[in-house]
């Protein structure tokens, strides 16, 4: 009888599902709560700051956009949750004013305090000393004043284009001009060439660094711009963007050039958000929201600087050791310290993690394959690097080498498009074939593949991964990656290269799943047989680390899982729309993320009844990674590389209690209280590889 109840339970629900905008959201004050955290040191906690507020830029500029588009089309659409893209639109404003509010009470009252004690100071107008006065005069006559450009608002000079995110201020004027005018009001643009944040030399300073913020310097002189008129208000503000750029698959015949003439137009998109100084006058606002046609929800007053993400400017010019995280070295695998990188490969299968390993040994693996007399092919997908990076570099000395070069550039890659643009013209002009995917499916996938001639056979070597060819990020996201030589992974390795560069239907690989042909489909039958193992009574387990969980339909067998009793561990960075340990529903599930110095990226699957048990994905569980992208799945088939990613990503982390947020079933999280034997997974790992020794806990 009970089991006949849930059966007729109505697994479709909106209540069953969190809103994934206020997930993401919830993800991002996260992050803003280790700007909080005593415990880490003080320039990182300015950097978490900076990074919740570049969050919620993009957020603005992607996310909100679209549903603003969507209401402006009429849409009243509900997504699994019932929300309507005006529900969600007032929803999101409530959350983010309020996110917004704690972002700047964290600047002002905890973190400008706490820099003040270590020497590091925002000179503020009010406080100048007569020699910072004189100093600020200099810099505004050289270095400003010259690239100003004062626009006064009349019949013929109407409102200027204001570009996205750029620092503006609008004046309050009395006094007639030089030509009788006296509208009252103007718009002065700050240079884009300047910086927001300005080091005053020691010479005029009190503490060893002091800091001048460029609007400080436009307020303490904006009268110079305005001759024989008196300035009675200036204040700062900023406008967000539509960035999400439109390409009509179905017309173009050039993406490439498709897209770079759609980036200009990312500058000046539809306004959906206007940030202002939290003195600036109601008729101001009122007049400014006119001009970018927003509501009084889209205007965000704040009382500091409307662009928090420049601070990170203060990370690069404060040099105290001691305030940052230590630095590192990621330890190669003995196996590829002295020995031909093929050589090692050919000896077994060999993973690394990121950043806890080097990321050097796949830029060697392909730079060694550039230089290789018996290497007769390099095939590689890149989706996000580093342009000036070796990798780059090392593909096209293989073209130029002789050597056929393939490389799959995603150019949709978002707010990467330029350049990768860029790269695809080098890759080109060096002889090498440049695919951009498939229109119409984001090619996400971590892939490269090396071709040997070994004696009078080929040989071929793939490296395969979660995360982006991306030297830089590398050293800041957690990833996995493999390197393997055996024939099956790399055929399959192949077959996905030629669908991604030819025509035909999709190729039956061995090894590896993909999307969007076979993924989502496994993933359903993976974790409904670990619900027909929990229904027979045998054992059944399923443990998922990831970015972000949305797809409907697997969050559906979930629940159908844990009904059936599947203890169910899920590790989820950020966006999560499953509701956790809500009783008869998913009572066996337990959510948590993971929020610390490393973004936490790595997609790693454990089904208990599985052959191979563990697996690492390009994808998230998400509706665009499983049918719109084409991602990779592989199975750990090597036992001690198996148990190896079983501890260090799923063990480690469920054991961690010092970064660790656990989501409740009404969509906010919890943060868990360390006890005195806190550990911390990504410390762990750090203490297990890294080649430098770490400050104490």
């Known amino acids: 009888m009970e089991h006949q109840e849930k059966e007729e339970l109505d697994l479709r629900e909106p209540e069953n599902f969190i809103n994934r905008e206020l997930s993401w959201l919830q993800f991002n004050l996260r992050v803003l709560e ?292 230590k630095s590192f070295i990621g330890s190669v695998p003995t196996i590829l310290e002295r020995r031909d990188i093929f050589e090692a490969i050919r000896t077994r299968d060999i993973m690394l993690h990121h950043p806890f390993e080097s990321f050097q040994p796949v830029v060697d693996f392909i730079k060694q394959a550039s230089t290789d007399k018996d290497v007769l092919a390099i095939k590689m997908t890149l989706y996000r690097t580093d342009v000036d990076s070796g990798l780059p570099a090392a593909l096209i000395d293989a073209a130029r080498n002789g050597k056929e070069v393939t490389v799959i550039i995603e150019l949709r890659a978002r707010f990467d498009e330029e350049r990768n643009i860029q790269l695809a013209h080098r890759l080109e002009e060096a002889g090498a074939h440049v695919v951009y995917g498939v229109v119409g499916y984001k090619t996400h996938s971590k892939m490269a593949l090396v071709v040997r001639r070994e004696g009078t056979r080929l040989r071929r070597y793939a490296h395969l991964g979660t995360g982006n060819y991306h030297p830089r990020t590398a050293r800041q996201y957690t990833d996995i990656g493999i390197f393997t030589a055996d024939p099956d992974y790399c055929a399959d390795v192949h077959k996905m290269f030629i669908q991604l560069t030819g025509f035909g239907r999709a190729l039956r690989l061995k090894k590896l799943e993909q999307s969007p042909f076979t993924l989502h489909d496994w993933l359903v039958e993976r974790i409904q047989a670990e619900a027909k193992a929990a229904s027979e009574g045998r054992p059944a387990r399923i443990i998922a680390k990831m970015n972000s969980l949305t797809e409907p339909q697997v969050i559906r067998e979930l629940y159908k899982a844990s009904r059936a009793g599947v203890k169910i561990d899920l590790i989820i960075r950020g966006i999560c729309c499953l509701r956790p340990g809500v009783p008869d529903l998913s009572e066996n599930i337990q959510v948590r993320s993971i929020v610390g110095r490393f973004l936490e990226h790595s997609r790693v699957f454990y089904f208990l009844n599985d052959e191979f048990q563990c697996y690492f994905a390009s994808a998230d569980w998400m509706s665009r990674n499983l049918f719109r992208r084409v991602e990779q799945c592989v199975p750990v088939e090597d036992p001690e590389l198996a148990q190896r990613l079983y501890h260090e990503c799923f063990q480690l982390y469920l054991d961690d209690t010092v970064q660790t947020w656990v989501l409740n079933s009404d969509g906010s999280y919890e943060r868990l209280e360390p006890d005195r034997d806190a550990l911390n997974a990504q410390r762990t790992l750090l203490e297990m590889y890294a080649l430098k020794e770490l400050p104490p806990a």
């Open 34 to 325: 280790l700007a909080l955290d005593p415990s880490l040191p003080l320039m990182e906690r300015l950097k978490f700051l900076c990074i919740s507020s570049t969050n919620l830029d993009e957020f603005f500029e992607v996310r909100v956009a679209r549903l603003k588009h969507q209401i402006l089309g009429g849409s009243i659409q509900t997504g699994p949750d019932g929300l309507t893209p005006k529900e969600q639109v007032h929803k999101i404003a409530l959350f983010t004013h309020d996110l917004v509010k704690k972002q700047y009470e964290t600047l002002n009252q905890v973190l400008i305090p706490e820099l003040e004690n270590a020497g590091i100071r925002f000179a503020r107008r009010t406080r100048w000393t007569d020699k910072q006065r004189r100093w600020v005069k200099r810099y505004f006559n050289q270095q400003l004043l010259p690239v100003l450009s004062p626009l006064g608002l009349d019949p013929s000079h109407p409102f200027p284009r204001v570009l996205n995110k750029s620092l503006n201020f609008i004046v309050s004027l009395e006094g007639e001009d030089a030509f009788g005018r006296d509208s009252g009001v103007a718009v002065v643009q700050a240079p884009r060439s300047l910086p927001r944040i300005i080091r005053m030399p020691n010479s005029v300073t009190r503490d060893k660094y002091e800091f001048v913020f460029l609007s400080s310097i436009i307020h303490a002189h904006v009268e110079d711009l305005f001759p024989g008129m008196r300035v009675t208000g200036c204040y700062q503000f900023r406008v967000t963007r539509n960035s999400d750029l439109f390409v009509d698959e179905e017309e173009i015949d050039d993406l490439r050039r498709a897209l770079e003439d759609e980036l200009f137009s990312r500058h000046y998109g539809d306004a959906v958000r206007l940030e202002v100084a939290d003195n600036c006058p109601e008729n101001m606002i009122a007049f400014l929201r006119d001009q970018f046609n927003l509501h009084s929800e889209d205007c965000y007053q704040v009382n500091g600087p409307v662009n928090l993400n420049r601070l990170m400017a203060l990370t690069d010019e404060v040099q105290e050791p001691q305030l940052s995280f």
